[in-house]
């Protein structure tokens, strides 16, 4: 049987809504979520029969939660749809303050409780904080009093790492991993392994970064080209990769506009096993993409808030891979109050959050030349 058929929720619909990159404009001389369109990005997700949304308090500069209750909680009955939401380190330093964050979450979405609530981000020193900040207990406690159904973790770190936090947190649910086709034996995201621990203790796969970041959309030319030629959309392949893996009970999109959004709809509605063809061209897409060089950034973004200079560092990171790309590639227009590469003091607050381990002092260093 399908393990995520065995011991998991949500049916056949396996297509979350990653309220993590919505769309934005500019309002008021701020840059704003775009209600209208994700109102109707939420409609077209619903209305396909899809249900299932994702959240954190800092997403989109803290804007995400807010989204979520504008565009769903006050649009929709509380039964008909999932809402996950997380606890994440940077916003509390102590146990006493994790209850009055939580609350505010609720608020911010307008909810009662919580479908699934996950530790946010766990690495082996975000784990010792929410160790020593009784995290998991206060989380255990909130499930018993029903202010959250379901508890779980999402992870940035190595297998053995994921094996002993199971191992030690057995009344974990699932695991949210960061799962595609280019990280799948990448030693540093360790994707395959990962699974395979998840596997071990019976847990099911929430997957993010399937499309990772976008960067399996936007890749070189003759990359680009051995896809394209397949007559599928490139956020095809990717989405159709991971939904073959029989752990994986969700797949986690963190769509930007309507036509990702109908795109990934159509492709999930009823997602078709990937012809030993397509994986041929996959495989060779991952090899061009390791010999590019490019930074594995996926714009999470979760560095912002930790750099003391204001450097928009996944702008940074974008414009090094276009230039990688094209050599007159313009340089990022920085506003006001934004610092620019050579402002770097190399503080490295931010490579401690970094999911993806990058350094990124020393790459603020190679982007001064550019």
Known sequence: MNLAKKHWLFGEKRLAFGMMRLPMIEENGATQVDIQQTRQMVDLFMQAGFNYFDTAYGYLDKQSEHAVRECVAER????????????????????????????????????????????????????????????????????????????????????????????????????????????????????RKCYEVCQKHDKPVLVMEPVRGGRLVNIPPNAGKLLDDLGQSRANYALRYVAGFDSVAMILSGMSNLEQMKDNINTMLCPKPLTQKELAAMDEVVRILRGEGAVDCTGCEYCLPECPKNIPIPDVFTFM?????????????????????????ACNRCQKVCPQHLPISRLMQKAKTL
């Open 321 to 345: 891979n276009e230039r990688l790309r094209k050599s007159n590639a313009p340089k990022p227009n920085f506003a006001k109050d934004q610092g620019k590469p050579e402002d770097c003091i």
């Open 76 to 191: 929709y009955p509380r039964e008909s749809f999932w809402l996950t939401n997380k606890l994440s380190s940077p916003y509390f330093e102590t146990e006493a303050e994790i209850l009055p964050l939580f609350e505010k979450q609720l608020k911010n979405c307008g909810v009662e409780y919580f479908d699934l609530y996950l530790m946010h981000a766990l690495s082996r020193n975000y784990y010792s904080k929410m160790q020593a900040c009784n995290a998991f207990e206060v989380v255990r406690r909130l499930k018993k009093e029903g202010c959250v159904r379901h508890i779980g973790f999402s992870f940035h770190d190595t297998a053995e790492m994921l094996d002993q936090i199971l191992t030690e947190h057995p009344e974990m649910e699932f695991v949210q991993l960061q799962f595609n086709y280019l990280d799948m034996d990448d030693p540093k995201v360790q994707s």
